[in-house]
């Protein structure tokens, strides 16, 4: 089935100590991205990678690190977390430019940091 | 940057009734997406379109790129449409892969 799979689902950890959440794809999609979303301000985009080792910033990536060392994968990486971090995150990927390619998402995962 | 405003924010409907939801961008686009989230988070891809319209089972959804406008309908409206739809359209540039998102129509249809 294709799918793309986010862990943790759910996550309450404190300030301060680093964390990563995995993106994975089955679909061999070379296009990947991750968003937040949070009440009263929708989703926005935090990074996108277009490939293996290229990597963009979105409009909110501040406090965010991401790496994409295989197609499959593109974890992010929160270095030392803080509680404006609390939110909900969704992973996705396309196949193609989103000019003609739909996206597909994960599960999201909620993230608090207390 | 684009701008995306989505009309109503909220709707509450009875089941069966025909529904509307407004998408409206400030620059021309390539293409534009339109989301669901249901109640439990997760994000659906339900159509993405460039110009004319697109169906697909009771949900049309039209865009209008003269008028930068876009409307998504759902026909015979049924309790489990009630979802958050949101509308996205990609920037010019960054090889389209930067997203602008409206704020999102919360539907409620009623039995």
């Known amino acids: 089935e294709a799918q793309v799979t986010q862990n943790p689902r759910y996550l309450i950890t404190v300030t301060g100590k680093k964390l990563t959440v995995t993106c994975s794809q089955n679909m061999n999609h070379e296009y990947m991205s991750w968003y937040r979303q949070d009440p009263g301000l929708g989703l926005r985009q935090i990074y996108y990678?277009?490939?293996?080792?290229?990597?963009d910033k979105g409009d909110v990536p501040e406090g965010y690190k991401v790496s994409r060392k295989e197609k499959r994968n593109f974890p992010l990486i929160l270095e030392s977390p803080s509680p404006n971090q609390t939110s909900l995150y969704f992973c996705?990927?396309?196949?193609?430019?989103?000019?003609?390619?739909?996206?597909?998402f994960g599960d999201g995962t909620r993230l608090s940091i207390l | 940057k684009n701008e995306v405003e989505q009309s109503p924010q909220n709707l509450t409907a009875q089941e069966g009734e025909f529904i509307t939801i407004n998408c409206s961008y400030s620059v021309g686009i390539s293409a534009l997406h339109w989301l669901q989230q249901h109640p439990g988070g997760g994000i659906v891809s339900l159509f993405m379109l460039s110009s004319g319209k697109k169906k697909h089972g009771r949900l049309i959804a039209t865009i209008n790129i003269q008028e930068k406008h876009s409307s998504l309908h759902i026909t015979a409206s049924h309790p489990r449409d009630s979802a958050v739809y949101i509308c996205a359209v990609p920037q010019i540039g960054w090889g389209a892969q930067k997203l602008v998102f409206g704020q999102g129509t919360r539907l409620t249809i009623n039995p």
């Open positions: 990678s277009m490939n293996v080792e290229v990597t």
């Open positions: 996705a990927s396309s196949s193609g430019s989103l000019s003609n390619q739909p996206q597909h």
